[in-house]
């Protein structure tokens, strides 16, 4: 179910194409934003755990 998209449907189709388009345009965009980040909020605190593992043992 895409609640976000039903949800915010009527309120782009009175604001018009070029919002519809705006939307549509930097959505993929945000989403890659987001990976990055949540690849990173996972990614650099198991590094710096296995890097201070190996240090002290």
Same mark, same amino acid.
């Given at each position: 179910?895409?609640?976000?998209?039903?949800?915010?449907?009527?309120?782009?189709?009175?604001? *018009?194409?070029?919002?519809?388009?705006?939307? !549509?345009?930097? %959505?993929?965009? #945000?989403?890659?934003?987001?990976?990055?980040?949540?690849?990173? *909020?996972?990614?650099?605190?198991?590094?710096? !755990?296995?890097? %201070?593992?190996? #240090?002290?043992?």
């Amino acid at each position: 179910m895409r609640y976000s998209s039903s949800s915010a449907r009527p309120l782009l189709a009175q604001l *018009g194409s070029q919002a519809i388009a705006a939307v !549509s345009m930097t %959505l993929p965009i #945000v989403v890659l934003f987001a990976a990055a980040a949540q690849g990173i *909020g996972v990614g650099l605190p198991s590094f710096i !755990s296995r890097h %201070l593992g190996a #240090v002290s043992t």
